[in-house]
């Protein structure tokens, strides 16, 4: 049934072809969330410990080295799902974000799984206020929630559920404000927490003049589908976060009309 061709003993179905580009696209998405990670190292040095297995236990025939090596990479497997634990966490974000069954299903509450509701976003503020801290070098970190819900993030801070306005964003930050150490989280188009904690990102491939509010930034979306926005402290300059990419220097008509 839906064959494609058939020449002696070689059989090639439409379902081969369909599993051959999911498989492909699997890995290409892996492949995109590890490349820029400790992982891909992570990744070639279990390689190539198991080709020195293969090599001594195959070829070789060398008993006592190959088995030892062989009960490492039978445990090892757990040992690399604890390893690997961001970059599965982010596959698994990608696909509940993108999933046709989560926005309709998951999303209305059915499962009681949490999400953000669907809301236009005041950006208008937001903008007006990274725009007034970059002239005055104050630095920010603001965390703009999507589909996911930053719960967790939020009950790290001080809860606030206020209204976005400019003045009340600028005010947070100021360096002699009890709140201005740590990220701001919207949600719901609202200022939902002050002074939160984010997971600062493990890439060892950023600059290395990048602080620990940039990589903050980096490390929140890189576990989430959330925007972070970044005014620098030195400069001044505005930066926008997503997807685990920081996007360094923008005016602020670019982030405007990402954000509408």
Not at 183 to 206: F, K, T, W, Y
Request: aromatic content about 10%; charged content about 15%.
């Amino acid at each position: 049934m839906f064959d494609l061709f058939r020449v002696d003993f070689i059989h090639f179905r439409l379902l081969d072809l369909i599993d051959i580009l999911l498989v492909t696209y699997i890995f290409y998405r892996v492949f995109l969330i590890i490349r820029d990670s400790v992982a891909v190292k992570i990744l070639l040095g279990v390689l190539l410990i198991y080709l020195l297995w293969w090599l001594f236990a195959r070829v070789l025939h060398m008993t006592l080295i190959g088995t030892l090596m062989g009960i490492f990479i039978n445990v090892g497997i757990i040992g690399l799902i604890i390893v690997f634990q961001p970059e599965i966490r982010r596959f698994l974000v990608l696909i509940g974000t993108n999933s046709f069954f989560t926005k309709r299903f998951f999303k209305s509450g059915l499962f009681g799984f949490d999400s953000v509701q669907a809301s236009p976003l005041n950006a208008t503020p937001i903008l007006d206020a990274c725009q007034l801290l970059s002239k005055s070098n104050t630095g920010a970190l603001i965390v703009i929630s999507r589909a996911t819900s930053l719960n967790y993030i939020i009950e790290t801070g001080q809860k606030i559920a206020a209204e976005i306005s400019t003045p009340l964003i600028e005010s947070i930050f100021l360096r002699t404000a009890p709140m201005h150490d740590g990220a701001l989280i919207i949600e719901n188009n609202q200022i939902a927490a002050a002074r939160c904690l984010l997971p600062v990102s493990a890439n060892d491939n950023l600059p290395v003049h990048l602080g620990t509010r940039h990589r903050a930034a980096i490390g929140i979306t890189e576990n989430t589908d959330a925007i972070a926005l970044v005014v620098s402290e030195e400069t001044g300059s505005i930066s926008l976060a997503i997807d685990g990419e920081l996007h360094s220097n923008l005016k602020i008509e670019a982030i405007e009309a990402f954000l509408k």
